[in-house]
């Protein structure tokens, strides 16, 4: 397929470098708000690129991934010039309706992952979730998945709000723990790197064992002596606050 990419941030790059890797497309463009960002992913891609959406050449599938907000403004324009093309969104959070009224082939096109642009990763382990106005577009966005990814799963708008949301749970509030533990550790000259052996474990466990099984810690039994004392130690009160939240959930959950 011929497909253009609307976007060039952490997300696209990745997913830009796994379609031209797939080699059964071209990518025939970049469009991006931005000249440095376009020009970037284009020159890792060895495509055109442009600023302007009324430069946006030909292509059977346009892959947007850009801010929810963007994603919006985006679409009537784009479908008006393009108006037989596949439209995908590749946001969690965004129902697939956002197109209705404006595209008459559309869906959703969202690999769950955490993206940097500096970052490698295997597409081919990424779960993605896709859905559809019609079974035709279905077929399409099923059939692109699977030459990036080797786990393609349909799922409808309501279903992929939930998963998002426990997307957030699972990696940004967990990434925010890391921050938070690298903050307590700083002042003591403690280098972060000493709890990446922790962190690893703490993955691994969850491929053999449900989450609720495998929580340790002052938590589970609700050590007040351990926890008080801790709390002390907090200076900034929102992470206090966090420290006590969670500490009660775990108690509470199990």
């Given at each position: 397929m011929r497909i253009g990419l609307i976007g060039a941030g952490n997300l696209m790059t990745n997913l830009g470098k796994a379609l031209a890797s797939a080699k059964?497309?071209?990518?025939?463009?970049?469009?991006?708000?931005?000249?440095?960002?376009?020009?970037?992913?284009?020159?890792?891609?060895?495509?055109?690129?442009?600023?302007?959406?009324?430069?946006?050449?030909?292509?059977?599938?346009?892959?947007?991934?850009?801010?929810?907000?963007?994603?919006?403004?985006?679409?009537?324009?784009?479908?008006?010039?393009?108006?037989?093309?596949?439209?995908?969104?590749?946001a969690g959070s965004m129902p697939m309706d956002v197109f209705k009224g404006y595209g008459r082939h559309y869906g959703v096109f969202y690999p769950m992952?955490?993206?940097?642009?500096?970052?490698?990763?295997?597409?081919?382990?990424?779960?993605?979730?896709?859905?559809?106005?019609?079974?035709?577009?279905?077929?399409?966005?099923?059939?692109?998945?699977?030459?990036?990814?080797?786990?393609?799963?349909?799922?409808?708008?309501?279903?992929?709000?939930?998963?998002?949301?426990a997307a957030v749970f699972a990696c940004n509030f967990t990434n925010h723990c890391y921050d938070l533990a690298a903050r307590v550790l700083e002042p003591q000259g403690i280098p972060f790197n000493v709890m990446l052996p922790l962190i690893d474990e703490t993955a691994r466990k969850v491929h053999d064992l449900s989450p609720h099984d495998a929580q340790t810690g002052p938590a589970v039994r609700y050590d007040e002596n351990v926890i008080n004392r801790q709390m002390a130690m907090i200076d900034d009160e929102n992470t206090r606050q966090i420290y006590k939240l969670l500490s009660q959930s775990i108690h509470d959950k199990l």
């Open positions: 059964e497309h071209e990518i025939v463009q970049v469009w991006s708000r931005t000249r440095e960002s376009a020009q970037a992913l284009a020159a890792v891609l060895c495509t055109p690129f442009t600023t302007d959406l009324d430069c946006v050449v030909e292509a059977d599938v346009y892959i947007l991934a850009v801010k929810d907000s963007a994603l919006e403004s985006l679409i009537p324009q784009l479908t008006r010039l393009h108006p037989d093309a596949l439209f995908l969104h590749t992952q955490t993206f940097s642009k500096n970052k490698e990763v295997n597409f081919r382990e990424i779960p993605v979730f896709v859905e559809a106005n019609n079974e035709n577009a279905l077929e399409v966005v099923k059939n692109l998945a699977a030459t990036v990814s080797d786990a393609v799963y349909e799922l409808t708008t309501e279903q992929r709000k939930y998963l998002h949301l």
